[in-house]
């Protein structure tokens, strides 16, 4: 068991002012058997009204709208978390794949969570599940065999990837960071048949020296009838442990994304993230990231340099 807290920082800012900045956060941590949260806070710029909903995944999702003209926003998620995975690993499960299909066939949601995403190198996710022969295999091997050969065969690269990278990106480049290893995990295991999500959160540092320790991570979790939602980590080829702190859950990041939106105006903005984690016995780590956007459309750019232009000669 251990206590954790949390302090996750997004600040945006913008070269010029902006206005109605509407986004969608999703930085709650999750309640359940083994995560339980103690006490939770979201502070945002101007202190605007915030909407709350539950979204199909059971995901707590806020809404807000920033209307008052600004040139920097800071969202502040603060939270305190006692983590208890009493099973390091899951316990002998002989659940096959033809098993996981009486299941899909009585639950919507575990058969949406099945569909592999259509990419052009599908004939590579087949040739891997052929090579570690997933067909014949109870589902946890099968997990577990998936989950190593991403850990051997694809190298932890910051910097290359991003939000934007696909599938068949990832499988041509062989490296990446945690959420593009989740994503071709989970295109293995859907591919054979077993449900499987998306998983953002945290994994708290600990003396391991854990492969994305710090920031925001992504993990995988496969259904079993038997035992229900269990975490695989193939950044780390671990099963998930007491430092995973589980944030949302859905097909992809897409459906879990700390946070998006948009707003009106005219302006670059880049975007830095800090993660800031604090332990019982006083120790404390923080983690500072730019993170890259997507790239602005080319008209809109080209509006941009013109106002930063007419300034520029103003001046």
């Known amino acids: 068991m251990a206590i954790f807290k949390i302090v996750h920082i997004t600040k945006y800012q913008y070269n010029w002012p902006i206005k109605e900045s509407i986004n969608e956060v999703r930085l709650f941590p999750h309640n359940f058997d083994n995560q339980k949260v103690i006490d939770y806070q979201l502070l945002i710029t101007h202190d605007p009204e915030v909407e709350y909903y539950q979204d ?9 709208n920033n209307l008052e003209s600004h040139e920097e926003m800071v969202i502040e998620s603060r939270m305190t978390v006692r983590v208890n995975h009493s099973l390091k690993i899951p316990e002998i499960d002989n659940t096959t794949i033809k098993d996981i299909e009486k299941e899909k066939s009585k ?57 934007e990278t696909t599938i068949d990106e990832i499988l ?56 229900g939602w269990l975490g695989l980590d193939p950044t780390n080829n671990i099963w998930t442990m007491d430092n995973h702190v589980k944030l949302a859950v ?20 880049t975007l830095s993230v800090c993660v800031s984690i604090g332990y019982e016995d006083g120790r404390h780590y923080e983690e500072i990231n730019d993170v890259l956007l997507e790239e602005i459309p080319q008209e809109i750019n080209d509006q941009i340099s013109y106002i ?3 300034h520029q000669q103003q001046q």
Not at 56 to 64: D, E, H, K, L
Not at 250 to 268: E, H, Q, V
């Open 56 to 64: 199909y995944y059971g995901n707590r999702v806020a809404n807000f």
């Open 107 to 163: 639950n919507i949601t575990l058969l949406r969570l099945s569909y592999p995403e259509v990419i052009e190198k599908q004939r590579e996710i087949e040739a891997i599940l052929r090579a570690i022969d997933a067909a014949s295999k109870p589902i946890i091997e099968i997990a577990q065999l998936c989950n190593q050969y991403i850990f051997d065969n694809f190298t932890y690269t910051k910097g290359i990837t991003n939000i």
């Open 172 to 227: 041509e480049l062989k490296k990446g960071v945690c959420q593009d290893f989740a994503h071709v995990l989970l295109q293995l295991l859907r591919t054979i048949g077993i449900p499987s999500r998306y998983v953002s959160g945290y994994i708290c540092p600990n003396e391991s020296g854990l492969r994305g320790e710090g920031a925001t991570h992504a993990w995988v979790e496969i259904y079993t009838p038997t035992q």
């Open 250 to 269: 859905g097909r992809n990041f897409y459906d879990c994304t700390p946070i998006k939106g948009t707003f009106k105006g005219l302006a670059r903005q």
């Open 308 to 310: 930063e232009q007419q």
